[in-house]
């Protein structure tokens, strides 16, 4: 087995990419997009003749110096073209016809594969859940939208070439900029595209094969995948991939409760031969854990781990999040100001909402909801729709009568008002502040945000709402100055680190691969695992063996009627002879032919033999059967002993010579011939 990072990813919204190498089968596992990235373009118009200086200008030893005199960036550095989107760098190195499977953990490590099978020699087979296929789905033709109407404002770049990069080079550039652009090494130019079209993501999702949670699909035979509920988002899974050499678990950022989605679903992963731990979302604010605790946790049963790991506490803190989200809006709305929240995570969106909704109506606050986006109307439908993804408590309701989240009452009671743009006429006519409004896209570089935060940034009053990930400096640096107050929202995004050591005890995996990054912050080495091995990102980490032993499947009514032969020199064990085929059919290997007709009557003879000849014992037995010769033992040039031959003088002449490498007789006697292997046959097991 064969596992390499092709990238460490950037939290929630840029999730780890990791290709996987197993029994002979290559499988990319999750293919994001770092929108991030995207920041170093302007979401607003440029004048004509100031987007870029001329070559003689960049040459201007003035103005270069009055660049790097500069102490901050300034709207300008930004590059004002229609945005390229950067993909996930070291997967351009692999040759895409070679890739079996792709798996999709969630619906963000979606956003990049149409750029993978709009190459034509792309032939993988797709597998993610309903749920992210259908989200994913939604947020890929919802990225397309307004990406076209920044086309439709702004005008097409029909350049086949990031020709922007060539003014991104130079040293009065800031560093920034440089990174985001060319990457730390200077070699990231190659992994930035062009947005693929709508018709690319439709082809894409015809080629997906939607699973639901702990569904197994067969590949090729060989592998069984399975999906389970990772509790991150509504869909998102982990995955449990068994095969002929042994079971792997390939674990992504989980959240063990949550309030939204189906909760993490640790259980189905235990006691996999290896677990390949991807979780670097909650590295950044982890602290050091002592050896000790971890000791401690290892003397616990798995009742009081699965106990702890459960613990609510986590899950508590995000609905304080979210009610301090709606507390600071109605602040805003009563001072008279709208409030725009720009986070797009399906699941903290469906909360905001449904706990917005009833906070405002049990305060009699009259203050509208607008929610701005061209999937808007029919991902908040869907969501009601899947309770199967949904924690127990949405399920539970749904069973009594009620609809899985709130928003759909106040969606009738026209408290939240859904548009698909900005522009749409419906929105211009129902428009009133203050409000609050739910608007794409995080990176405030397309979308309703942007307009949005161009009308209300300079109102005191009025409150911006970001999710944890975005620079406050490089996401509003084309908005500046900026009045408004700001809430940057941190919402968990994984497993905390301080309960890896709980989870690892619980599944007790035979090997754990962990990010080497996770080595620097916490101690595993006292854990009860055979072996913890660390990876680093583009770099390809082997296990020679993941499995111990090899399982063989017997049908029953083949098992009956083999003939076992008790060997004399290995107690409590026996063979069996069997003329087939070892075949590999759902994953597990199977003897699927007949048994080997010996001959019905009399002794059959062995033509497979157990173990090593004595040449002193086989002497003895010959003289027993009147065959009479002497022994000569032969040393090696080391001293050790080569071989040993039996000369035979009676009642003919002949040869035994025995060594490490097998027995040979030689005689021109068959009746003699015949005794000798009668009586090496007495000697070893055979069948």
């Known amino acids: 087995m064969e596992l390499t990072c092709l990238s460490k990813g950037d939290g929630f919204h840029y999730p780890p990419c990791h290709m996987l190498n197993l029994s002979g089968f290559r499988i990319l596992i999750d293919c994001p997009l770092d929108l991030l990235a995207i920041t170093i373009f302007s979401p607003l118009p440029c004048d004509v003749g100031t987007a870029y200086p001329s070559e003689e200008d960049a040459q201007n030893p003035t103005q270069k110096k009055q660049k790097l005199e500069r102490q901050m960036m300034s709207p300008d550095d930004l590059v004002c073209v229609e945005p390229w989107y950067k993909t996930v760098k070291a997967l351009h190195l692999w040759e895409v016809s070679l890739i079996d499977i792709v798996l999709i953990s969630n619906p963000m490590g979606l956003l990049g594969l149409p750029f993978l099978t709009q190459n034509p020699r792309f032939c993988a087979k797709i597998y993610m859940t309903e749920a992210t296929a259908k989200i994913g789905q939604l947020m890929i033709e919802d990225l397309v939208s307004m990406h076209m109407e920044f086309r439709r404002f702004h005008g097409p770049e029909d350049s086949s070439f990031p020709w922007w990069t060539k003014s991104l080079d130079g040293e009065e550039v800031p560093s920034v900029l440089k990174n985001l652009v060319f990457g730390e090494n200077g070699d990231d130019l190659g992994s930035w595209m062009r947005l693929y079209s709508l018709d690319d993501a439709k082809s894409c999702m015809k080629k997906v094969q939607a699973v639901k949670f702990a569904e197994e699909v067969c590949y090729n035979g060989t592998l069984i995948i399975k999906a389970l509920s990772s509790g991150l988002d509504i869909g998102a899974c982990n995955w449990l991939i068994n095969g002929p050499n042994g079971s792997l678990s390939y674990v992504s950022d989980s959240i063990f409760v949550s309030h939204h989605a189906k909760s993490f679903d640790f259980h189905g992963l235990k006691g996999t031969d290896v677990m390949i731990y991807t979780g670097f979302s909650s590295l950044q604010t982890a602290s050091h854990t002592d050896s000790d605790y971890i000791s401690t946790i290892s003397d616990k049963n798995d009742e009081s781990l699965a106990a702890s790991l459960l613990d609510n506490e986590e899950s508590l803190e995000e609905l304080e999040k979210l009610a301090f989200v709606c507390s600071c809006a109605a602040e805003s709305a009563e001072a008279g100001g709208s409030t725009l929240i720009t986070i797009t995570r399906v699941g903290i969106i469906l909360q905001l909402l449904e706990i917005m909704s009833n906070s405002f109506e049990s305060s009699s606050l009259n203050v509208p909801i607008f929610v701005i986006s061209s999937v808007a109307e029919e991902l908040l439908a869907y969501a009601n729709t899947i309770p199967e993804w949904l924690c127990e408590q949405r399920q539970e309701k749904l069973i009594s009568g009620e609809p899985s989240f709130g928003h759909l009452k106040f969606i009738k009671d026209k408290k939240i008002h859904l548009f698909p743009a900005i522009h749409s006429p419906n929105l211009i006519t129902s428009w009133q502040e203050p409000c609050i409004v739910f608007a794409p896209h995080w990176s405030l570089r397309l979308g309703p945000s942007v ?237």
């Open 451 to 687: 307009q949005l935060l161009q009308r209300w940034r300079g109102d005191p009053r009025s409150l911006l709402v970001l999710e944890d990930g975005i620079s406050s400096g490089l996401g509003l640096l084309p908005f500046r100055p900026i009045a408004m107050k700001i809430l940057q929202c941190s919402f968990l995004s994984g497993i905390r680190l301080q309960k890896l050591p709980t989870l690892l005890s619980f599944l007790q995996p035979t090997i754990v691969l962990v990010p080497d990054v996770v080595n620097q912050k916490i101690n595993l080495s006292t854990m009860k695992t055979k072996s913890i091995l660390s990876y680093s990102e583009n770099r390809t980490l082997s296990v020679a063996r993941i499995a111990d032993n090899a399982d063989v499947e017997i049908m029953a009514e083949l098992a009956t009627k083999l003939s076992w032969r008790k060997l004399r020199q290995r107690e409590n064990f026996g063979i069996a002879r069997l003329k087939g085929d070892l075949v590999m059919e759902n994953g597990k290997q199977r003897l699927v032919s007949g048994l080997y007709n010996e001959e019905s009557s009399g002794k059959a003879r062995p033509l497979r033999h157990w173990g090593s000849v004595a040449p002193e014992i086989l002497l003895d037995a010959l003289v027993k059967m009147s065959i009479f010769g002497s022994l000569e033992h032969i040393t090696g040039e080391n001293g050790a002993e080569d071989k040993s031959i039996i000369y035979i003088t009676s009642p003919s002449s002949g040869m035994i010579e025995t060594s490490e490498m097998g027995t040979a007789i030689i005689t021109d006697d068959e009746t003699v011939a015949s005794k000798i292997f009668q009586a090496i046959d007495g000697i070893l097991d055979g069948v």
